[in-house]
């Protein structure tokens, strides 16, 4: 293409001093260029022509080697040898591959070309030889399931055998040989051997199964006749132990009859568990007229020495009675002295009862008169001295007794003492902070600024037991009286002074046992307020 352009141009440059006009000479150089610009676009196109031809080549070769080379992967997934097919597949891929990369779009495509063919004949043969395959298998399998039959029936029958410990060598032989030769074949893909293998076992197992069912019939037979036999011979066998132990305890030695017993008695040990009837029979029939003999022998041997044991027996009743009746007689006379210590000993646990209570009497009689004649508690309470539960009056003497301790004491470090005194008192006489029927005077009878009732009650001179009297020291208490109970309407027909019968609960303290109000250790000794929730209130006759 230069060579020409030069041309072109070398004959222009010559032409040019004989040209007319230089116009018509730079048209004609115009043309030439636009010439051989055309000439460059179409080379250009045809070698983008050629390079899409030989890349589309390209792409039908490795698509078609792609196929080839899955085909043959899927031959050995398969284990399937096609050799003819296989080798002309294989040297057309190898065709393939040495043009492939060339610049021959041509040769690749022949080469694409014959490779397809193979692939499609080596596609169908293997496709075929595929179904075959899977036909094989799904056979196999259905015949596989049958000889899992065959195998199991022939092993149940293999193990009854064992089981009942039946040995028939021939034909067991047989049977296991079939079953050895059916586990070879059982797991391969030839229905034909699983069929052949399989029905070998089967007539195996045929012939096997009658016999053996018929030995086990027998065998079933003959326990049964065995076990019937055993319980015979079980009972000769305990005879005859009864006989022995007899003639023993008879201290009779027959020794010939003897040893003829107990000799006939092991054979009959050795047999008795075996499934022999006949054996079993023989043997307790000879124990049988063993036992006979000896037992008759026996019975002469013993006569004497029945007589003898009797009339020892005789006179050893006569003795256990005479020594039942003399146990009988000591027996009475000891019920009889028993029966005496105990009607002195109750009559004196009464007489102690009836002096316990007589003391029991005097003695709170004297707690309540001594409690009048302390001047503790008033004429008006006085009165009701013996509705006072005794518990109330031994309360108030303890508060008595740690108010005297105080008075007394020489120092303050003495009157302290009082408190925990009089606490420790209190804690022994109350065994629960609830107390019931206790008498006093109402001393308080007022209401708090929200309308509750605020109580006292003194139960003796200077000892209160009471509600508090504000809300606020009354939180977690609840001593103050609502308003709307049945216990403020009662108190609202009552009045200060009044004899009252109160019943209720304390509220229990570290300090005095249970709580008191004062602030001062003199106010909680001399006149001591004991915070107290009050469950009811009935007004005595004064």
């Known amino acids: 293409m230069k060579k020409f352009l030069f041309l072109l141009i070398c004959m222009v440059l010559f032409v040019q001093p004989f040209s007319v006009e230089a116009f018509n000479l730079n048209q004609g150089l115009n043309i030439l260029r636009q010439g051989a610009d055309t000439i460059q676009k179409d080379q250009k196109a045809k070698q983008k022509l050629d390079l899409q ?200 030695s027959m020794t010939e009859k003897e040893a003829q017993l107990k000799n006939d008695l092991i054979v009959l040990d050795k047999v008795i568990n075996e499934n022999n009837p006949d054996k079993i029979d023989s043997a307790t029939k000879y124990v049988t007229s063993s036992s006979d003999k000896f037992e008759a022998k026996l019975n002469i041997e013993k006569i004497p020495i029945d007589k003898l044991r009797k009339k020892e027996v005789a006179e050893r009743a006569k003795i256990e009675k005479e020594r039942r009746e003399k146990e009988a007689v000591e027996k009475a006379k000891v019920e009889k002295e028993r029966q005496e210590r105990e009607a002195v000993e109750r009559a004196k646990a009464e007489t102690e009862k009836k002096e316990a209570i007589e003391r029991k009497r005097l003695g709170q009689k004297q707690k309540r008169q001594d409690l009048i004649n302390s001047g503790i508690i008033g004429r008006r309470l006085s009165k009701h001295i013996d509705q006072m539960p005794l518990v109330e009056i031994d309360f108030i003497n303890a508060v008595a007794k740690g108010r005297e301790i105080y008075r007394s004491a020489a120092n303050e470090m003495a009157k302290g003492a009082s408190r925990p005194k009089r606490k420790q008192m209190i804690c022994e006489l109350l065994n629960s902070g609830s107390v019931s029927s206790w008498i006093g005077r109402i001393a308080k009878l007022d209401t708090n600024s929200e309308g509750k009732g605020v109580f006292a009650v003194e139960i003796a001179d200077g000892i209160r037991v009471q509600t508090w009297n504000n809300a606020l020291s009354d939180m977690g208490s609840s001593t103050l009286i609502e308003p709307n109970s049945d216990l403020f309407q009662k108190l609202v027909s009552m009045s200060k002074g009044d004899i009252v019968k109160v019943s209720g609960s304390f509220f229990g303290s570290d300090i005095d046992c249970v709580e008191e109000q004062s602030l001062s250790l003199s106010g909680s000794v001399k006149n001591p307020e004991f915070t107290f929730r009050f469950s009811s209130v009935e007004k005595l006759a004064d």
């Open 53 to 252: 031809k030989l890349e589309d080549a390209r792409n039908g070769g490795n698509k078609a080697k792609i196929r080839a080379e899955d085909l043959l992967d899927q031959s050995e997934q398969h284990n399937i040898s096609l050799s003819t097919l296989e080798s002309q597949l294989r040297r057309d891929l190898s065709a393939l591959n040495d043009v492939l990369f060339n610049d021959n779009p041509d040769a690749i495509h022949s080469a694409s070309s014959s490779l397809r063919r193979s692939s499609d004949e080596f596609e169908m043969k293997l496709d075929k030889t595929i179904r075959m395959i899977k036909e094989q298998k799904k056979k196999a399998e259905t015949a596989r399931i049958g000889a899992n039959k065959a195998k199991q029936r022939a092993k149940n029958l293999l193990s009854t055998a064992k089981r009942y410990g039946i040995s028939m060598s021939e034909k067991k032989t047989q049977l296991q040989n079939d079953l050895i030769a059916l586990d070879k074949v059982i797991n391969e893909d030839n229905p034909d051997a699983i069929h052949s293998a399989s029905s070998s076992l089967c007539r195996s197992s045929d012939e096997f199964e009658p016999k053996l069912n018929k030995t086990i019939r027998m065998i079933k037979e003959q326990k049964k006749k065995a076990e019937t036999a055993r319980i015979g011979a079980n009972k000769a066998k305990q005879r005859a132990k009864n006989l022995l132990s007899i003639a023993q305890g008879y201290g009779i």
